[in-house]
């Protein structure tokens, strides 16, 4: 079974960048769309940014122009580039298939982008 590990959360001042890895144990080439989703204290999650085998990308209207998503299958990662930040995007990150699987929530990755 795969299991997916979130890295490269941290805090970081509106207007800085981040870069988030999700690391698969296995084969992510099986899932056709990899995604990473967003979760905030008091909210529900959300899917931020999805990429398909292909490569097609979709991302959230609030994140398009900042964040890009990216995956290389022969690493088994997941990559999240987040640019421009702002507090709004202040949550805990996950990846997950698109749609998700309950199976594969991991942990996620603290991001804090202060004001």
Excluded: H
Aim: with cysteine; aromatic share 10%; glycine share 12%.
């Amino acid at each position: 079974q795969v299991q997916l590990v979130e890295s490269g959360g941290g805090l970081v001042q509106a207007g800085g960048s981040l870069r988030l890895s999700c690391a698969a144990s296995g084969s992510i080439f099986s899932f056709n769309t990899m995604g990473w989703y967003r979760q905030a204290p008091g909210k529900q999650r959300e899917l931020v940014a999805g990429i398909t085998r292909g490569g097609i990308r979709n991302y959230l209207d609030s994140v398009k122009g900042r964040f890009t998503i990216s995956r290389d299958n022969a690493k088994n990662t997941v990559y999240l580039q987040m640019n421009s930040l702002k507090p709004e995007d202040s949550a805990v990150y996950y990846c997950n298939s698109v749609p998700s699987q309950p199976r594969y929530w991991g942990q996620g990755t603290q991001v804090t982008v202060s004001s």
